[in-house]
């Protein structure tokens, strides 16, 4: 039931939104091909152990592969992990999905938050924070600093074309 006082925020112009996930350079075909070299590398080099008597050698090769594997499993699992970050004229919204697919949301005002960076003259963009009313929440933890810079700039962007708020076109 509707009393008609609810803001529909189904009409709101989206300004701004960026999917941020870590950047994981090998993929699942690239990871059986590592796996399969190592293994045959393995299997080969602890043939040989085994043929000079050092047979306890030959289950050592197979631990380690098995180590890898399971580090690379860990890895991929991690990379599920993603940032939500969208803009419109009245929120600012920030969705994290954590690896166990654990799901935390914050909804800020455009026109009160700022976007806070922290700079080292060596490595660049290190952090990003967006502060709002004693709140200080970072963002793009995951990023390189010239795609935190790239996405800082943009974010700003995005936050002032909030603030000056809708354009009225009366052609369209």
């Known amino acids: 039931m509707s009393t008609g006082n609810e803001i529909e925020r189904e009409s ?6 960026a999917l941020l996930t870590p950047h994981r350079s090998l993929n699942r075909t690239g990871f059986l091909a590592v796996m399969l070299f190592l293994s045959a590398v393995s299997f080969v080099t602890g043939i040989a152990f085994l043929m000079m008597g050092a047979w306890p050698v030959f289950g050592f090769f197979g631990l380690d592969v098995l180590v890898i594997w399971w580090a690379f499993k860990v890895n991929f699992r991690a990379a599920r992990a993603s940032e939500e970050i969208t803009v419109t004229p009245s929120e600012l919204r920030v969705r994290r999905v954590s690896h166990r697919g654990q799901v935390a949301e914050w909804v800020f005002n455009p026109l009160w938050v700022r976007l806070d960076q922290e700079v080292d003259e060596e490595f660049g963009l290190e952090h990003l924070y967006l502060i ?3 709140q200080c929440l970072s963002i793009g933890g995951f990023l390189g600093p010239d795609e935190k810079s790239s996405f800082a700039k943009a974010l700003i962007y995005a936050l002032n074309a909030a603030r000056r708020g809708p354009t009225y076109n009366p052609v369209t």
């Open 12 to 17: 709101e112009v989206l300004i701004f939104s």
């Open 132 to 134: 709002s009313k004693g």
